[in-house]
């Protein structure tokens, strides 16, 4: 201690630097760990320290931390080392591996909330000295830890700091899949399964994932049946056109079949559905009835509203009766689906309720009509007017030959 007094006072880092690590280096390899933790603080508080002999001490004793088994001692010196880094930018990177080391312990002894509140102290998108890509680690494990502990708004905002463009550069395809893993967990929760399937999409176009058969193919699939899954509107309609565009889904038959099935103008039937396609479904949501029911009963919704679109398009009027026997639904239910639509605008309908019927047509009024019948009348004379002209044309034409 008093060689390191002589060569701090004469502003000698390189030396300084030397000397304090070997006295934290010889404290450690006599197993006198007080003496250690005593001397780490000792060494950061001396007056006039310089900056790079702290630096240099916490990364020599950030290297016995994977050498200490026991638990008391290793927590002990981790809570040495971030009281030391506390406030220092010049060791904020140190601070943040060592905080990422605690939430890990804490992780491993089940305490996943505490592990998240320690790891979500670090405000590491701010760390100027840290790389992106480690910067990007360390918010994907705020992410999970978050997600660990059911704090799905937090994990939101965590989810917020990472940068999108960073996720395409090509030595990142590994964080890009583990971001889109987490966001689909993050999107599982409130099923928002447009959200999931555009996720998928993500992790689809992964270039690292194109050379992996096994896992495109996964993920095409999961596409599919997400699209399926979304309630119908634009984006929905959008998105279902456009991967049935995709050439590798000809190696997936089924899947481009239902895929088809929904697109086409056409009735589906839901127990015929079931039975074409029911090994493939039950790959990804498991048996009917299962933990992913609901999975089932909101494919079977979509299947509902995509029949009634269908007869939308091709009836006028229809009863109550017939439109149930066409959903293979109770009358009750098949109501419920029609307000359902006609809620979401998806349709226009009107339920006559005394009468029994269903109307799918909007009834015009009068100033429509009359609009409409003159501007019928108006094209009408604009064509006949065209007409005439190139009549003329060609009469005039003709003579000048003759």
Partial sequence: MAIEKQTRNAEDTRATSRVATAIVRIAYEAKQWEVLNEKLVQISKRRGQLKTVVRDVVQEAMTYLDHIKEKPIKLALIDTLRTITEGKIFVEIERARLTRILSQIKEAEGNIQE???????????????????????????????????????????????????????????????????????????????????????????????????????????????????????????????????????????KYKDLLRSFITVELVRWKLLKELYQLELQTHFGQEGGPNDQLWRDLRHRVVEHNIRV????????????????????????????????????????????????????????????????????????????????????????????
Avoid at 119 to 138: H, I, Y
Avoid at 316 to 321: A, D, E, H, L, P
């Fill in 115 to 253: 592990a998240a509140k320690v790891l979500q102290e670090l405000q590491v998108e701010t760390f100027g000295q840290m790389e992106k890509r480690e910067k990007v680690d360390f918010l994907l494990e705020q992410v999970r830890l978050c997600l660990d502990n059911k704090d799905y708004i937090r994990a939101q905002i965590m989810s917020n700091k990472i940068n999108r463009k960073l996720l395409g550069e090509p030595d990142c395809q590994d964080l890009k899949l583990r971001f889109y893993e987490q966001m689909i967990r993050y999107y599982a929760h409130d099923n928002t399964y447009i959200e999931i399937c555009k996720c998928y999409q993500n992790i689809y176009e992964t270039p690292s994932l194109q050379s992996d058969t096994a896992q495109w193919t996964t993920a095409l699939q999961k596409i599919v049946l997400y699209v399926l899954l979304s309630p119908h509107d634009n984006t929905q309609s959008d998105l279902l056109h456009h991967i049935a565009e995709d050439k590798k889904l000809q190696e997936i038959p």
């Fill in 311 to 402: 007869i939308a398009k091709y009836y006028t009027r229809i009863s109550v009766g017939r439109l149930a026997e066409l959903l293979d639904l109770p009358q009750d239910e098949s109501e419920s689906f029609v307000a359902k639509l006609v809620v979401a605008k998806s349709i226009f309908a009107k339920i006559d309720r005394p009468a029994g019927v269903v109307v799918f047509v909007k009834a015009q009024d009068p100033n429509e009509v009359l609009n409409d019948w003159a501007g019928d009348v108006g094209d009408l004379l604009e064509l006949l007017e065209k007409t005439t002209h190139l009549i003329h044309r060609e009469i005039m034409v003709h003579n000048v030959k003759v």
